[in-house]
C-alpha cells in the first residue's frame, strides 16, 4: 500500500510534473505558434521535475549543491510559469533580470543557512518566497483572465498553495524547529508539501482549459474567416448578410451593397509574383476596413473580388462611400498603383427585392458596367440596367490604370 508520507509525496510532484511536461512538449510539437507562453510553461514543468527528483536525492545525499538547485528550480518554475501566463494573457514580461535576480538571492539565501544547518531559516525563507509567487500568480490570473473554468482552477489552484504556505510559515515562527528535515512525518508538513502536488495538478488542468479555449476560438475564427486577409469568408458572410437583411427588412430599413473589384490585378501577380500579390490584397483589405470603420459587414467575395453590406444605408449615402473607397485606394501609397471598381445597389431604389441574394445579383451587374466603362469608377444599378451618372464615376482621364 502506498504510503503518504514527505518522500512519496515529493515523487508525486516529480511524476506529475513529468506528465505536464510531456504534454505541453506534444502541445508545442503541434501548434508550435499558436500557443504564446507554452516554451516557458514547458520550461517550468521540466524544472519541477528536476527539484522532485532533487529533493527525493536529499534524503540520503543531502549535499550543499542539491539543496541550492533543488530550491531555485522550484522558485524557478514558479517564475516561469509567470512569465507564460504573462505573454498568454499579453501582458508586459517579467524581465531576465529580475529573473535571475531573484533566483540569484534565493541561491544566496538557501547556501547561506545550509552551510550555517539551520534548516529553520531555510524554511522560513522558502515559505516566504511561495507564498508571495503564488499570491503574484493568483492575483494576476484573476485579474487578467478571461473569467473561463481554466482560470478560476488556476486562481484556486495558487491561492490554497499560498494559504498553506503561510500556515507552514506561521507554524515555523511559532514552534521553531518543529521539523528537523523536509522529510520528517508531520500532518501539516505532509500537507504543505502536498499542496504543491495539488496546486501543480490544478494548475496544469486548467492550463489543458485554457489551450482547449483557445484552440476552439482559433479554429472558430479560421472557420469564419479568410486566412490571408483576415476578413470574413464567403460562406461566414452570407450567412451573416442573409441574417441583417432579413431584420433590415422587417424593421423597413433600406441596406445597400457594395462589391470591390480590383483593376488588372492579374498584372500584379505576373509582374511581381504572387506573394506581393498577397500584400496588396491585405493593404486592400486594411485601407478597407479603415474607411468603412466598422459601419458595414465585410468579408471576401472571391479572388480580388470583396462584398460590403451596409445596414440602414441609402443608395445615395452607398455611393458616396463607395467614392471614398475607390479614392482611398487609388491613393494609397502600399498599393502599387492598383485600382478598384465598385457596383452598388441598394433596396431603397429597387424596391422589388426579396433576398440579399438579388441585391448582390444587382450589384454584381453594376460592378460589370463598371468594368466595361473604363475601371477605377463607381456604378450603381439602378431599376433593371446598370447606370451611372457623371457625378458618380471617377474622371477616367486622370486617374492611372493599372
Request: aromatic share 10%; glycine share 6%.
Amino acid at each position: 500500500m502506498l504510503r503518504l508520507d514527505p518522500l512519496t509525496v515529493t515523487v508525486m510532484l516529480g511524476l506529475m510534473s513529468l506528465l505536464s511536461a510531456a504534454f505541453l512538449v506534444v502541445i508545442r510539437l503541434f501548434f508550435p505558434n499558436t500557443v504564446k507562453g507554452l516554451n516557458n510553461w514547458v520550461l517550468a514543468s521540466i524544472l519541477y521535475v528536476l527539484a522532485g527528483l532533487m529533493h527525493a536525492l536529499k534524503e540520503d545525499h543531502s549535499t550543499l549543491l542539491l539543496s541550492v538547485l533543488a530550491n531555485c528550480f522550484l522558485i524557478a518554475g514558479l517564475l516561469l510559469f509567470l512569465r507564460g501566463l504573462q505573454q498568454f494573457y499579453d501582458r508586459p514580461v517579467l524581465s531576465a533580470r529580475t529573473f535571475w535576480g531573484v533566483l540569484a538571492l534565493m541561491a544566496v539565501l538557501i547556501a547561506w543557512f545550509k552551510i550555517h544547518d539551520s534548516f529553520h531559516a531555510r524554511i522560513i525563507v522558502m515559505t516566504c518566497a511561495l507564498s508571495v509567487l503564488f499570491g503574484v500568480l493568483a492575483r494576476f490570473v484573476y485579474r487578467f483572465g478571461r473569467d473561463s473554468f481554466g482560470d478560476w482552477l488556476m486562481v484556486t489552484a495558487f491561492v490554497v498553495a499560498g494559504i498553506v504556505s503561510l500556515i507552514r510559515l506561521a507554524s515555523e515562527l511559532v514552534t521553531p524547529n518543529s521539523v528537523d528535515s523536509l522529510f520528517d512525518v508531520t500532518v501539516l508538513h505532509i500537507t504543505y508539501l502536498s499542496s504543491f502536488s495539488l496546486a501543480w495538478l490544478l494548475s496544469t488542468l486548467g492550463f489543458m482549459a485554457l489551450v482547449s479555449d483557445q484552440l476552439q476560438s482559433q479554429l472558430h475564427y479560421l472557420a469564419r474567416h479568410d486566412v490571408m486577409t483576415g476578413v470574413l469568408n464567403r460562406a461566414a458572410f452570407f450567412q451573416e448578410a442573409a441574417s441583417g437583411f432579413n431584420s433590415a427588412r422587417r424593421a423597413e430599413r433600406p441596406v445597400s451593397v457594395l462589391i470591390l473589384d480590383l483593376d488588372h490585378f492579374k498584372n500584379i501577380n505576373d509582374s511581381y509574383g504572387h506573394q506581393e500579390g498577397d500584400r496588396i490584397l491585405v493593404e486592400f483589405c486594411a485601407t478597407v476596413q479603415k474607411v468603412l470603420a466598422g459601419r458595414a459587414l465585410f468579408g471576401r467575395y472571391g479572388g480580388e473580388e470583396f462584398v460590403a453590406i451596409l445596414d440602414g444605408v441609402t443608395d445615395r449615402q452607398a455611393v458616396d462611400l463607395a467614392q471614398q473607397l475607390r479614392q482611398a485606394v487609388q491613393n494609397s501609397p502600399d498599393m502599387r498603383g492598383v485600382t478598384v471598381c465598385i457596383g452598388v445597389a441598394s433596396s431603397g431604389s429597387t424596391p422589388s427585392t426579396q433576398t440579399v441574394e438579388d441585391l448582390l445579383l444587382q450589384a454584381d451587374k453594376a460592378l460589370y458596367q463598371a468594368k466595361r466603362q473604363g475601371r477605377n469608377r463607381v456604378v450603381l444599378f439602378d431599376g433593371e440596367t446598370p447606370a451611372k451618372t457623371p457625378d458618380l464615376v471617377g474622371n477616367l482621364a486622370a486617374q492611372p490604370q493599372v
